[in-house]
């Protein structure tokens, strides 16, 4: 379907934008270029308002439609942040910050909410207000849970919220939701095991934690296989095991750690339990003493029934219902809009990026066709959600 022209006009700007943002990466909260720029580009479009430091660098444009007097507000969220990763193309846009790169395609989920918010800010044909959210540290550091602890949403009286994310090897303009989960929790677990250290060849004489780590290792495994649902979705990785200096020597502690994702907050509930208990009897049986640190970070992004619906009709209208995939199966990865979403009803979506490098790739950039599709949709829900 055709993208409404007055939208396809702001792809050059926001190309530019995009560009100009994936050329000067900046990392979790620490980004006062990326809000800088926000702010000054919001103010430009004459925004209502413009609050920054929210979340500490999260920065949000307030925009009030001229039909009627309605108060409601729906919010719109584009992550700001990019990744500690060295880029490898060759772009003549690419990073100058060594180590730092936009490989998430968070550059292109914020041009694409400026676009929208230009067009908005332009027309306010929709009454009510839209709330445009630029939202640091989605890379591990929770900067929705911050920007909702600052106040957020009862200070701008968000009633709905919604965010999209670019997706690699799906064909640029095409849409993909589901209801309910659609991305996993991440939870990190550091597990430390003392025992008695000493000569290899005496075992006899030591309490071996190697051997008790190999045995966590393993048994942590029979929580996916003998205790979740074989129909849900369940990941256990130990992903380092440290113990031990030389060839002859048992050593005293062992470390281990690791990441569990799940889809279900019944099963995250279960996970850590049974971790515990594991560890907790392995090491009762070994004679070694076992500290296990089980952190939780984001939760599942479980998408609400009603706005999935909704942010899908949109997508529709905007790429053509042959165009937008409302089944999608669940991914193990974990976005921190889920934090959000606990709080307000609202939806995730994915829109293709096309045929390019994965996400956290050093090879990976935004696909500038997907800008018009993107700024499209954003434009849509709030002139859908909020029509006199």
Same mark, same amino acid.
């Given at each position: 379907?055709?993208i409404n022209?007055?939208?396809?006009d702001?792809?050059?700007?926001?190309?530019?934008w995009?560009?100009?943002?994936?050329?000067?990466?900046e990392?979790?909260?620490?980004?006062?270029r990326?809000?800088?720029?926000?702010?000054?580009?919001?103010r430009e479009?004459? #925004?209502?308002?413009?609050?920054?430091a929210?979340?500490?660098t999260?920065v949000?444009?307030?925009?009030?439609?001229?039909?009627?007097?309605?108060?409601?507000?729906?919010? +719109?969220?584009?992550? *700001?942040d990019? =990744?500690?990763?060295?880029?490898?193309?060759?772009l003549?846009?690419?990073?100058?910050a060594?180590g730092?790169?936009?490989?998430?395609?968070?550059?292109?989920?914020?041009? *694409?909410?400026l676009g929208?918010?230009?067009? +908005?800010a332009r027309?306010?044909d929709?009454?009510g207000a839209a709330i445009?959210?630029f939202q640091?540290?989605e890379?591990?550091?929770? %900067?929705a849970?911050?920007?909702?602890?600052? !106040? $957020?949403?009862?200070n701008f009286?968000?009633?709905?919220?919604?965010? /999209?994310?670019?997706?690699? @090897?799906?064909?640029? %303009?095409?849409f993909?939701i589901?209801?309910?989960?659609l *991305?996993?929790?991440a939870?990190f677990?550091a597990?430390? +095991?003392?025992?008695?250290g000493?000569?290899a060849?005496?075992?006899h004489? #030591?309490?071996?934690?190697?051997?008790? %780590?190999?045995?966590?290792?393993?048994?942590?495994q029979?929580?996916v296989s003998?205790? &979740?649902?074989?129909?849900?979705?369940?990941v256990?990785s130990?992903a380092?095991?440290?113990a031990g200096?030389?060839?002859?020597i048992?050593?005293q502690?062992?470390?281990?750690?690791?990441?569990?994702?799940?889809? =279900?907050p019944?099963?995250?509930?279960l996970?850590?339990?049974r971790?515990?208990?594991?560890?907790?009897?392995?090491a009762a049986?070994s %004679?070694?003493?076992?500290i &296990?640190?089980?952190r939780r970070?984001y939760?599942?992004?479980? @998408?609400?029934?009603?706005?999935?619906?909704?942010?899908?009709?949109?997508?529709r209208?905007v790429?053509?219902?042959e165009?937008?995939?409302t089944? *999608?199966p669940?991914? /193990? !990865?974990?976005?921190?809009?889920?934090? /959000? $979403?606990q709080?307000?009803p609202g939806?995730?979506?994915w829109? !293709?990026?096309g045929?390019?490098?994965g996400?956290?790739h050093p090879?990976y950039?935004?696909?500038?066709?997907a +800008?018009p599709?993107g700024?499209?949709?954003?434009?849509?829900?709030?002139?859908t959600?909020?029509?006199?």
């Open positions: 379907m055709p022209p007055a939208i396809q702001l792809v050059p700007d926001a190309q530019a995009r560009r100009e943002l994936h050329a000067h990466p990392l979790l909260y620490d980004l006062p990326t809000a800088a720029f926000v702010a000054e580009r919001l479009f004459g #925004c209502d308002e413009v609050r920054t929210i979340g500490r999260g949000v444009g307030v925009i009030r439609g001229r039909k009627g007097d309605s108060r409601r507000a729906i919010g +719109l969220r584009a992550d *700001m990019a =990744l500690p990763i060295e880029e490898t193309t060759n003549p846009y690419r990073s100058s060594p730092k790169m936009h490989a998430c395609g968070h550059d292109g989920h914020t041009a *694409m909410l929208a918010a230009r067009h +908005l027309t306010r929709f009454s445009v959210i640091p540290a890379e591990g550091g929770a %900067g849970q911050a920007m909702i602890d600052d !106040g $957020l949403l009862e009286a968000i009633e709905e919220v919604y965010a /999209m994310h670019n997706a690699p @090897n799906v064909p640029v %303009g095409v993909a589901r209801k309910g989960p *991305m996993a929790s939870d677990f597990i430390r +095991l003392e025992g008695k000493g000569h060849a005496f075992p004489q #030591c309490v071996d934690t190697i051997v008790a %780590g190999a045995q966590i290792v393993t048994a942590l029979t929580i003998r205790n &979740v649902d074989p129909l849900d979705s369940c256990v130990v380092r095991f440290t200096s030389k060839d002859n048992l050593p502690t062992a470390e281990l750690e690791g990441t569990t994702r799940t889809l =279900l019944a099963t995250r509930d996970v850590e339990r971790m515990r208990e594991i560890v907790s009897g392995i049986a %004679g070694i003493s076992a &296990v640190d089980y970070s939760p599942p992004t479980i @998408n609400h029934p009603a706005q999935t619906d909704f942010a899908a009709s949109v997508a209208r790429a053509g219902p165009r937008v995939l089944e *999608m669940p991914v /193990m !990865g974990a976005e921190d809009f889920s934090f /959000m $979403l709080a307000r939806a995730f979506i829109l !293709g990026n045929d390019s490098a996400l956290h090879e950039d935004f696909n500038d066709a +800008l599709y700024m499209a949709y954003f434009v849509g829900i709030v002139e959600a909020l029509a006199a």
